[in-house]
């Protein structure tokens, strides 16, 4: 089905560790966001990406990095974690034109421990 | 910076009940402003998206107004059921485009039977 499917689901990692979350989305969409969802504080943009080779940075960046080497994948990059970094992360993508319809992956819950 | 709040936190009505979410922003450059649901453990789902031209949209039970001078949208909700039961979530975006929404804390919604 097409849409914006991220990876894994669930992810435990200990402090100091680093792992990458994956995206990808089969709609042919440019633009494609990171948003970390906390209890209480919403849901925070956390990079985005308006193209292929072009990322920048959102609202709560630091402790994370992305890079955007083709139009369908967005990976995030977990340096280093931290337990302020426990969270649910959710992927997003849509056009440049048009609606700009927003569509989200199913998210990743990650605890860092 | 832009900031979105909505009112209610949360909200319980019997069942058949119109209802109003309300949601509020304090920059009114929007380039369109969505709302979205979201169900207990998973991702977001788009609802309606108003562009900044526009006052209203619809679809089936769900109305969804734009007062871009006020800095205000609302949600009515026809003849509710225990299946709206969710938390709705309100989000804008800049001028730039979809790539970065800004969200209100959203409205949770309790249908009772």
């Known amino acids: 089905n097409a849409g914006v499917t991220q990876t894994p689901k669930f992810q435990v990692l200990k402090t100091g560790q680093s792992m990458t979350l994956q995206c990808a989305q089969d709609?042919?969409?440019?633009?494609m966001s990171w948003y970390r969802q906390d209890p209480g504080m919403g849901l925070r943009l956390i990079h985005y990406?308006?193209?292929?080779?072009?990322?920048d940075q959102g609202e709560v960046p630091n402790g994370y990095n992305v890079s955007r080497s083709t139009t369908e994948d967005f990976p995030l990059r977990l340096l280093s974690a931290a337990p302020s970094q426990t969270s649910v992360y959710f992927c997003?993508?849509?056009?440049?034109?048009?609606?700009?319809?927003?569509?989200f992956g199913s998210g990743t819950r990650l605890t860092v421990v | 910076k832009q900031e979105v709040t909505q009112i209610p936190a949360a909200l319980s009505v019997p069942e058949g009940e119109n209802l109003v979410l309300n949601c509020s922003f304090t920059?009114?450059?929007?380039?369109?402003l969505q709302w979205f649901r979201q169900d207990p453990g998973k991702g977001l789902t788009s609802l309606l998206l108003i562009q900044s031209s526009q006052r209203e949209q619809t679809s089936g039970r769900l109305n969804a107004s734009l007062d871009k001078s006020s800095g205000r949208s609302t949600l009515y909700i026809a003849a509710s059921q225990p299946g709206d039961s969710a938390t709705y979530l309100c989000?804008?975006?800049?001028?730039?485009?979809?790539?970065?929404?800004?969200f209100g804390k959203g409205t949770k919604l309790t249908v009772n039977p």
């Open positions: 997003a993508s849509s056009q440049a034109w048009g609606l700009l319809v927003v569509t």
């Open positions: 989000a804008v975006s800049g001028q730039g485009g979809s790539e970065k929404l800004v």
């Open positions: 920059d009114s450059a929007i380039y369109n």
């Open positions: 709609m042919n969409h440019e633009y």
């Open positions: 990406s308006v193209g292929a080779g072009i990322t």
